[in-house]
C-alpha cells in the first residue's frame, strides 16, 4: 500500500507540474491549509482558474486545465457557470480530471500535516 500511494503521489505531482504557470500555481495546494480551509479549497481553485481563463466570442470555454468540452456542443462550457460546474464535478458533470488529481494531493498533504485525522476527504 505505501508503494502504490507513493506512486499516486507521483502521479498527482506530474499532472499539475505539466499545467502552464500561471495554472500550475493555481491548482497546487499549499501545505498549510487548516481542516476548515481544506474544506473551501476547492472552490477557490475554481475561482482562481475562472479568473484565468477567457471565452470566446460566443460565451464558451474548453477547461484550460484538462482541454475538455461538454459531448454534446463539442465547442466548450458556457463560461463562467458551465465551466466553474465541470471544475467542481457539480450538477452532474464530469469533474476536471487536474483538480481531481489537485484535491488528491492536498488530501495526501492534509495527512502529512495531520497523521490520523481524515479531514474533509476521508480516508486516502
Known amino acids: 500500500m505505501g ?5 499516486m503521489w507521483r502521479l498527482r505531482v506530474t499532472i ?17 491549509l487548516s481542516r476548515e480551509e481544506s474544506r473551501n479549497w476547492r472552490r477557490t481553485v475554481a475561482e ?6 477567457e ?3 460566443m460565451g464558451k470555454a474548453a ?3 484538462c482541454g475538455a468540452v461538454p459531448q454534446f456542443e463539442g465547442i466548450g462550457y458556457s463560461y463562467p457557470i458551465g465551466l466553474e460546474r465541470h471544475l467542481l464535478g457539480s ?5 476536471c480530471d487536474v483538480i481531481y488529481a489537485s484535491i ?6 492534509h495527512r502529512e500535516k495531520w497523521p490520523g485525522d481524515y479531514g474533509p476527504y476521508g480516508c486516502d
Open 48 to 53: 482562481r482558474v475562472l479568473n484565468l481563463t
Open 55 to 57: 471565452p470566446d466570442a
Open 63 to 65: 477547461c484550460p486545465l
Open 104 to 109: 488528491g494531493l492536498q488530501r495526501v498533504r
Open 3 to 7: 508503494r502504490m500511494r507513493e506512486e
Open 16 to 32: 499539475i507540474h505539466l499545467l502552464p504557470e500561471r495554472y500550475r500555481n493555481a491548482v497546487n495546494p499549499p501545505y498549510d
Open 91 to 95: 450538477h452532474r458533470s464530469a469533474q
